[in-house]
């Protein structure tokens, strides 16, 4: 009876082994954006975050933040590039599937990439971010320069 107790111990052993391990890889490929914000808020204590989009693949998560600036947070596995993003230091273009962005950014050439997003609008809200053109409706009618609509 002992001797189908030692080889039942050893299979379980392996195959909480596999699944650990795969399941590591599978976070690996999925990097988490609760951990990225956290991340982004250890290096830039002082910015608010008001919305957010990652990319499709997810690793790279676009931040706006509450002065009109903008974050990028790019994973490299369990690690975290952060940074503010100046309107006057990217420059951005579409690309030909209409739901991604070309990105560059001139102090941090590393960083440069095409980003895909789920949609165009995505897309398009992101590239406001960066180019610091981004306001909401709110903020327009804050300070006076809401375009009159129907009553």
């Known amino acids: 009876m002992l001797w189908l107790l030692f080889p039942a111990a050893i299979a379980a052993v392996c195959v909480f082994y596999i699944r650990m391990n795969a399941r ?86 590393y960083l440069d990439n095409a980003f895909e997003f789920r949609t165009a609008a995505e897309a398009a809200e992101v590239s406001l971010w960066l180019l610091g053109s981004f306001r909401t409706k709110l903020e327009k009618e804050a300070s006076g320069n809401a375009a009159p609509g129907p009553d």
């Open 24 to 109: 590591a890889e599978r976070d690996a490929d999925n990097p988490d954006a609760g951990s990225a914000i956290v991340e982004f808020g250890r290096a830039f204590p002082d910015e608010a975050i008001r919305a957010l989009h990652s990319s499709v693949d997810g690793t790279a998560i676009f931040l706006r933040l509450h002065d009109g600036k903008a974050g990028f947070i790019q994973s490299h596995g369990t690690h975290y590039v952060c940074h503010v993003v100046q309107p006057d230091k990217v420059r951005v273009n579409t690309s030909d599937s209409g739901r991604g962005l070309i990105v560059h950014f001139p102090d941090f050439a």
